[in-house]
């Protein structure tokens, strides 16, 4: 019997079991119905048993990585020596101008603002650039302030300033790591330790590093001591400029290049670099039924495909399968279909396009290139 089965027997063990079992003991001659005395009399004891053989159950799968919950697995996790991925912050870039528009330069560190709305969300500067935009950091962790662009209003009084408005998400957040995503990492088999500046020792770095959301290693892709780190961030687009810098800046910093003097072993020098994201036009003829039209469907379709895409990019770092080594990626035609067919309303699809060619795409990886796919503009005829 498995943990999982005895789970499940202790959760069959409810009250009318123990007490059929405790009346089966009692004399035939003893009035055994509902409401009789003896009945009565076991029944809180009944109770309490199965009460206890519920939470013998739930202490059964708390006991295994496999099905422990929560904090169980939590403990669990520094058996491997890691813990659960913390829900990280927000950076943003924004700008602040005067009465006549132009851009004011007395906003200061620490200085804090808030976006537009009945829920706002708090900010404060953490870095103020030469052009006199800032790097704001949210207050609150998680991915709420990854979707929001637009206005924000000054917390702390600022007579000089008329507008400030947040540009850009430089650096988005991450919610806290799911229990079946710690899971999957504290049950994936070792291929290799993590030593020495080995390829698995750089992405256990990555890992550690809470706004990087994948990466990728080449090394020695410039010759011996040169490794090569290729970025996305939490939402697993191109990593900007600023989380770039963060990253070269932990693992090896660029004024001290080689010198161990970050995370990197001594005689190693890395560059870091986003991917180039490659858009991929999809074109495709759907037939729907009787009670919808091609405009109709066609928001939910392209929600599909940019599912469909998200999931792809979630393997983007996956080792290529066949060799053990590198990287590799397609974005397939029949699964772009498979996404458009799921569509209510939708009855028939021609198998869609990709940049004009009726061929799946596949990603360069490579140590000058590495690409990542991304939705680019989708035409649905009718």
Do not use: C
């Not at 007579?159 to 400030?164: E, F, M, Q, R, V």
């Not at 991917?275 to 999809?282: K, L, S, Y």
């Not at 003829?285 to 469909?308: H, L, P």
Request: hydrophobic residues 40%; proline residues 4%.
């Amino acid at each position: 019997m498995n943990p999982e089965l005895l789970a499940q027997e202790l959760e069959s063990h409810d009250f009318d079991y123990f007490m059929d079992s405790m009346l089966d003991d009692v004399s035939d001659d003893v009035d055994k119905r509902q409401g009789s005395i003896i009945y009565d009399a076991l029944g809180p004891a009944a109770t309490q048993l199965a009460e206890e053989s519920l939470q013998m159950a739930t202490v059964v799968r708390a006991a295994y990585t496999k099905t422990a919950p929560g904090e169980f697995l939590d403990y669990r996790a520094p058996e491997r020596g890691t813990v659960r991925q913390a829900a990280t912050t927000a950076q943003v870039l924004a700008k602040f101008l005067d009465s006549n528009g132009a851009a004011i330069g007395n906003v200061e560190l620490g200085d804090q603002f808030a976006s537009v709305g009945e829920e706002p969300i708090f900010y404060h500067v953490t870095s103020v650039n030469d052009d006199q935009t800032a790097i704001l950091t949210a207050d609150e962790v998680g991915t709420t302030a990854n979707g929001y662009l637009g206005q924000i209003l000054p917390v702390t009084p600022n007579d000089a300033l008329s507008w400030a408005e947040i540009i850009a998400v430089t650096v988005p957040a991450k919610d806290s790591e799911t229990d079946d995503h710690l899971r999957e990492r504290l049950l994936s088999p070792d291929a290799y330790n993590a030593y020495g500046g080995n390829v698995a020792d750089y992405l256990d770095m990555l890992s550690k590093i809470s706004d990087v959301g994948a990466g990728q290693v080449y090394p020695t892709w410039q010759g011996g001591g040169t490794v090569k780190l290729v970025i996305v961030n939490n939402e697993l687009r191109a990593a900007s400029t600023s989380l770039i810098g963060q990253v070269k800046k932990t693992i090896d910093p660029i004024e001290f290049e080689g010198q161990g003097y970050g995370l990197a072993p001594v005689g190693h020098a890395v560059t870091v670099v986003a991917p180039t994201e490659v858009q991929i036009d999809i074109e495709s003829t759907v037939t729907t039924d009787s009670q919808a039209t091609v405009s109709s469907v066609e928001a939910q379709i392209k929600a599909g495909i940019e599912s469909y895409f998200a999931k792809r990019r979630e393997a983007w770092d996956d080792v290529d399968k066949v060799t053990g080594r590198g990287y590799s990626l397609t974005v397939y035609r029949s699964q772009i279909l498979s996404e458009i067919m799921r569509i209510e309303g939708v009855i028939n699809a021609t198998l869609p396009t990709l940049n004009g060619a009726e061929s799946d795409v596949v990603m360069t990886f490579s140590g000058e290139v590495s690409e990542l796919p991304v939705v680019g503009e989708v035409v649905l005829h009718g």
